[in-house]
Structure formats: C-alpha cells, structure tokens
C-alpha cells in the first residue's frame, strides 16, 4: 500500500472560498504530481515537482497553485473557487529513475457550488 | 492532449470469463504501464512493460506491447467480481522527466 495522502477526501464549498488540498508522502520522493480527474475522463497533470523549490505547470491549464517547501509535502491552493473547479484532483509520487511506478493517493473530490 | 486511447470504453464479463483491454497510443514510448482504478480512489499500478519487450506476465494479468503497431493489451484471466474497476494505460511520450500520460480507460464490471 502506497503511503501517500491526501486531505481532505471530500469537499464541498462554496463559490470564491479558497482552499488548499494537502498531499504527503512518507517514501522520500523527489517526484510529485497533481492530476485532475473529471468522471468517466482521463487524469490530465496540472501540476509537478522534481523536488524541493522546484514546481512546473502541467499539461492542462489550472487556476490553481502549489508549493514544494519539503520533500514530503506538495500542496495545491485554489485562491478563489469556482463551479468550473469541481472536480478529483489525485496527488501521485515517484522515486527517482526513468521508469517506474506513480504512487497515488486516494483523491479530493471538490464539489463547489 | 490524451496519449493512450483504451478500448473498449466498457466491458461487462461474467466471473471465470477472461478480460481483455487494448491502448493504443500515438507517440515513442520508454515504457507503457497499467492502472487500476476503484470507484472513487486513487489509481494503483499493476504492471509496466518497457519498449523492448513484447510480454509480462503478473498473476493473473498479462501484458503485450507491440511497437510497431503503437499498442498494448492488458489480459486478466479468470476475473473475479472484485477486478470491477476502471482500467488505465499510461505512457512516458519518450520522455526521462518521469511524467505519465494517461487514457480514459476502459470500465470493467464483472457480475458474480
């Protein structure tokens, strides 16, 4: 089992809040990932990080941002929600290397209404 | 842009039938892996099958990669109910970044 995690799994709020989802990792990963996941679609990266101050921007346009301050520890921040934000948004990791395995986390599914 | 199309889209088995899921993808390739995705959770890797072979087996899972034809079959044998789930193929682009791009996945049910 993956020990990487990712809080809150659900949550619903309210047009213009801001809020953060949290992912951790206890694997010492330099990699990390946030993807967006839509029903029924395919995962498209938002967001990545090869380690520690180092953050790039995906494939698919977000609104939202992240940090890497620890290795353990990659966040996403949505400054100001919006309906067309809702959506599951998974947290993944990999050690270094070319090839091999991400490990995920269970998700945050975000409802904003 | 998506990378890896699954086919099918949907698959309903009986338990004891065998599953097979195809990707096809569009670009050179390092390594092609396969997911597994519950309703509602996170993925979880299966298996990864790297450029320069052509099979792999993992339990009850087998694999084949063809290069030259830029696809993938994912076989499970002997399906069980709890194999229900959302299948994915996953493809590096050729890249060493260790970024994955992922399908839509195929949506497996298998009834008791």
């Known amino acids: 089992e993956a020990d990487i995690y990712q809080t809150p799994r659900y949550l619903v709020i309210g047009t213009g809040k801001k809020i953060t989802l949290e992912c951790s990792q206890t694997?010492?990963?330099?990699?990390m990932y946030w993807y967006q996941q839509d029903p029924g679609m395919e995962l498209h990266l938002i967001h990545y990080?090869?380690?520690?101050?180092?953050?790039e921007k995906g494939d698919l346009s977000s609104e939202s941002t992240v940090s890497r301050i620890r290795t353990e520890h990659f966040p996403l921040t949505l400054e100001s929600a919006r309906p067309s934000h809702t959506s599951q948004y998974l947290c993944?990791?990999?050690?270094?290397?070319?090839?091999?395995?991400?490990?995920f986390g269970e998700g945050s599914r975000l409802t904003v209404l | 842009s998506q990378q890896g199309e699954e086919d099918p889209q949907a698959l309903s088995i009986q338990e004891g039938e065998n599953a097979t899921m195809n990707c096809s993808y569009k670009t050179s390739i390092n390594n092609l892996q396969w997911y597994r995705q519950n309703s509602g959770r996170g993925l979880v890797h299966l298996i990864l099958i790297r450029s320069n072979e052509r099979e792999k087996h993992s339990g009850r899972l087998r694999v084949t990669l063809d290069t030259s034809k830029k696809s993938s079959s994912l076989l499970i044998t002997a399906s069980r109910a709890a194999d229900t789930a959302s299948y994915f193929c996953?493809?590096?682009?050729?890249?060493?970044?260790?970024?994955?791009?992922f399908g839509r996945g195929t949506q497996l049910t298998v009834w008791p």
């Open positions: 694997m010492g990963h330099d990699k």
């Open positions: 993944a990791s990999k050690d270094r290397g070319v090839a091999g395995e991400l490990f």
């Open positions: 990080s090869y380690g520690v101050n180092s953050t």
């Open positions: 996953a493809t590096d682009r050729g890249s060493t970044l260790g970024r994955l791009y």
